[in-house]
């Protein structure tokens, strides 16, 4: 995947310019396949691997698509601190 793919499969769970993208790549130390190539190709999970340290997508190897991370409702954050005070 080149970074302007990587960009635009990020973009759909987060906006991100193709600088931040490069950024996450750092962050996430993922490095291009080759040596000198133009553009430059990344892992073809790198775009999921982004996602998964953003918190945005569990999931997403062996060619599946990545699942969108399940926030819990308010009423469940209640329930659970109701749980923790013992009441």
Do not use: W
Not at 14 to 34: H, T
Not at 51 to 66: D, K
Request: net charge positive; glycine share 6%; charged share 20%.
């Amino acid at each position: 995947m080149t970074i302007e793919q990587i960009t635009l499969h990020v973009n759909r769970f987060k906006p991100a310019s193709r600088r931040q993208v490069i950024r996450y790549l750092n962050a996430c130390n993922l490095k291009p396949l080759g040596a000198r190539q133009r553009p430059q190709q990344y892992p073809d999970t790198s775009a999921t691997e982004i996602l998964a340290h953003l918190g945005l997508c569990t999931g997403g190897t062996n060619g599946h698509a990545p699942k969108p991370a399940r926030l819990p409702s308010t009423q469940e954050l209640r329930a659970i601190a109701k749980k923790a005070r013992g009441k």
